[in-house]
């Protein structure tokens, strides 16, 4: 899985089966957690996120797990489609700027390959 | 991509000139913010806006400036380009209706300048 600030990954995936995506923070006193899907050329795409007084979240078809003890993060997918192929980062909420903005910490994400 | 649109889409120029880079929202966020991502990295903060005429550094602010007149145009200018700003750079909105809508930032599509 990926660290935030570390290489990319590549995670290869049948079609149709599960995927988990890693992410290890290192702020353990992060509060807001996000998931974005990032394809070739485009730019980062809303995905899911967490709240730290959640351990699990559902979305349609993702779900994303909480682990606080060990500092962890991780974005399911499935039944995987080509569709879903590409880079996959998780943020997190670091601090909260002057005037209430947010500081998001990112990672250099997990590239997906889905193959037929 | 949550109505937000950047200009130019691709951009390449020399070395020491000035560029200007423009985001456009049309959701009404109060909180714009200006990143860049380069291989290896994930996305880096250059700046950040709270409100028209409000803004402040991020982690990266050195040899960008930024301005926002108005609340759904952010722009963000290199006063006179250097090799090492070649990157994509994108904005980001957040702040909508309602408290806990402010953490989730959403992205524009990019612009990719290359310095000569």
């Known amino acids: 899985g990926e660290s935030v600030g570390l290489h990319l990954p590549t995670l290869s995936v049948q079609e149709g089966d599960n995927s988990i995506i890693n992410c290890a923070y290192s702020?353990?006193?992060?509060?807001?957690f996000i998931w974005y899907k990032q394809e070739s050329g485009k730019g980062p795409q809303f995905i899911i996120d967490?709240?730290?007084?959640?351990d699990k979240r559902q979305g349609q078809r993702v779900t994303v797990l909480l682990n606080k003890t060990v500092k962890h993060l991780s974005l399911q997918i499935a039944a995987t489609q080509p569709g879903d192929s590409a880079v996959y980062f998780c943020?997190?909420?670091?601090?909260?700027?002057?005037?209430?903005?947010?500081?998001?910490?990112f990672g250099t994400g997990t590239q997906l390959k889905v193959e037929l | 991509d949550a109505g937000i649109t950047q200009s130019p889409r691709h951009k390449v120029t020399e070395t020491g000139t000035p560029v200007t880079l423009r985001c456009h929202q049309t959701?009404?966020?109060?909180?714009m913010y200006w990143y860049r991502q380069d291989p290896g990295h994930g996305l880096r903060l250059i700046h950040y806006?709270?409100?028209?005429?409000?803004?402040d550094k991020g982690e990266v602010s050195d040899g960008y400036s930024v301005s926002r007149s108005k609340t759904e145009d952010f722009l963000l200018t290199l006063e006179s380009a250097t090799s090492s700003q070649t990157s994509v750079y994108f904005c980001?909105?957040?702040?909508?209706?309602?408290?806990?809508?402010?953490?989730?930032?959403?992205f524009g599509p990019g612009t990719r300048l290359t310095v000569l």
């Open positions: 967490i709240r730290s007084n959640m």
């Open positions: 959701e009404n966020h109060r909180y």
């Open positions: 806006s709270y409100g028209v005429k409000d803004t």
């Open positions: 980001a909105i957040a702040g909508g209706a309602g408290p806990l809508v402010t953490d989730t930032q959403y």
């Open positions: 702020n353990s006193a992060s509060d807001y």
């Open positions: 943020a997190e909420k670091v601090e909260v700027l002057t005037g209430g903005g947010n500081k998001l910490t």
